[in-house]
């Protein structure tokens, strides 16, 4: 399975981002997937996951409320979107997928897409 991540870029604090983490080689409908991002000079956090199928879903309490993972399987892609975002949010955003469906074995990553969020 390949990963492409996506939808990166400069906005204003306040402002609202999508990112798309299409998968190709093989359908991933029953993976686990996961948004990790990591800042300059700080480790890697997991944002936002979401198990196989279904609303099972689960999100750091920094962007809960703010950050929703979902996931359209017939576009064999995921999703995140960033609303009210934040300066902190400012990071190289990385999807992952478990193909064991339990979210904490990620084998597969896309390559990252940047994030920066202005104030």
């Known amino acids: 399975v390949q990963l492409q991540a996506c939808g990166g870029g400069l906005v204003q604090a306040g402002g609202s981002l999508r990112l798309s983490c299409a998968a190709s080689?093989?359908?991933?409908?029953?993976?686990?997937v996961a948004w990790f991002r990591q800042a300059p000079g700080k480790e890697r956090e997991r944002v936002a996951t979401?198990?196989?199928?279904?609303?099972?879903?689960s999100h750091a309490d920094s962007v809960k409320g703010r950050f929703t993972i979902s996931r359209d399987n017939a576009k064999n892609t995921v999703y995140l979107q960033m609303n009210s975002l934040e300066p902190e949010d400012t990071a190289v955003y990385y999807c992952?997928?478990?193909?064991?469906?339990?979210?904490?074995?990620?084998?597969?990553w896309g390559q990252g897409t940047l994030v920066t969020v202005s104030s």
């Open positions: 992952a997928a478990d193909p064991r469906g339990l979210g904490y074995s990620y084998v597969f």
């Open positions: 080689g093989r359908t991933f409908s029953s993976y686990a």
């Open positions: 979401i198990w196989r199928s279904g609303p099972g879903t």
